[in-house]
């Protein structure tokens, strides 16, 4: 798969929309295929350049898919217009690829290609996820990590920096898995984390002392019902509006075994939730 070494805000993307999904479209596109997106029963296609030339081709030999726009538009615009900045919270600071590192030994310094995926630092969730991480960290030593819907895999990062011995990232969409994989790379960490593209609801049984979970809440709602989440001695759980975290908790708070250690809220809206599960692991 090919990667923007560090996209400009101004760099135009190609974004061809089509209905149906397809795997590991890159053995067709050779050069300026960025990234392959799904999203329910649609897959976009990330490309550097034009791809108008070369499409038809790719649809004739996959009948299950038909082309149903494009869209072209800058980086700066599809990262909602905001600029990637270098982010510090407590002793972790994220760095976005390109931007340069500050040279100090308190921090523990994450790079971060966000390419087309979301997930450099800036969103209210990812942030409260890092000050969780944190709090676990000061008060435990997770070995094994468990983090569903990686995204760039920031999350995943942080806890090896933080400490954990290995780290099993998993995300659905092939864009995120790719790109957790460069960073991985990118950081170093490629031998201590295992990147897998799956669902959550499958890998929940995994073996984890802690679990991550920024998540949409449909997701999350699967999650906390199968046992295997209780199996966790501690998880995050991010990605929730209020009246989701509310659902979440009173879900929770059904289980004699689970304690709520702490609740981060961002501007009213955005809901991060750390807990214990006290069950045979003590």
């Not at 209210?124 to 468990?146: G, K, M, N, W």
Request: charge should be negative; proline fraction near 6%.
């Amino acid at each position: 798969m090919k990667y923007l070494k560090g996209m400009r805000p101004d760099d135009l993307l190609y974004i061809y929309e089509l209905a149906g999904t397809v795997v590991r479209p890159e053995r067709h596109f050779q050069k300026s295929l960025i990234a392959h997106w799904r999203e329910g029963d649609s897959t976009f296609l990330f490309f550097s350049g034009p791809a108008e030339r070369e499409l038809p081709a790719f649809l004739a030999g996959h009948p299950g898919l038909s082309w149903v726009r494009t869209h072209e538009m800058t980086y700066r615009d599809w990262q909602a217009g905001g600029e990637l900045e270098t982010l510090a919270i407590d002793r972790l600071r994220i760095v976005p690829l390109g931007r340069p590192v500050p040279a100090d030994d308190r921090h523990l310094t994450i790079i971060i290609d966000p390419g087309v995926v979301f997930g450099s630092g800036q969103h209210p969730t990812t942030r409260d996820s890092l000050r969780a991480l944190l709090q676990v960290y000061e008060e435990a030593a997770p070995a094994r990590v468990l983090d569903l819907g990686s995204g760039t895999g920031i999350l995943a990062l942080a806890a090896l920096k933080l400490g954990a011995r290995e780290v099993l990232a998993v995300d659905w969409n092939p864009a995120c898995v790719a790109n957790t994989r460069r960073n991985a790379a990118l950081n170093g960490y490629s031998e201590r984390l295992r990147i897998v593209e799956g669902g959550a609801e499958t890998y929940i049984v995994e073996p984890a002392d802690l679990l991550l979970a920024n998540l949409h809440f449909a997701v999350v709602e699967d999650l906390v019902q199968a046992p295997a989440f209780y199996e966790k001695p501690w998880v995050i759980v991010s990605g929730l509006l209020r009246s989701e975290a509310r659902a979440v908790k009173a879900r929770l708070g059904q289980q004699p075994s689970f304690t709520l250690v702490r609740e981060w809220e961002t501007d009213g809206t955005w809901f991060t939730l750390l807990g214990r599960n006290r069950g045979p692991h003590g």
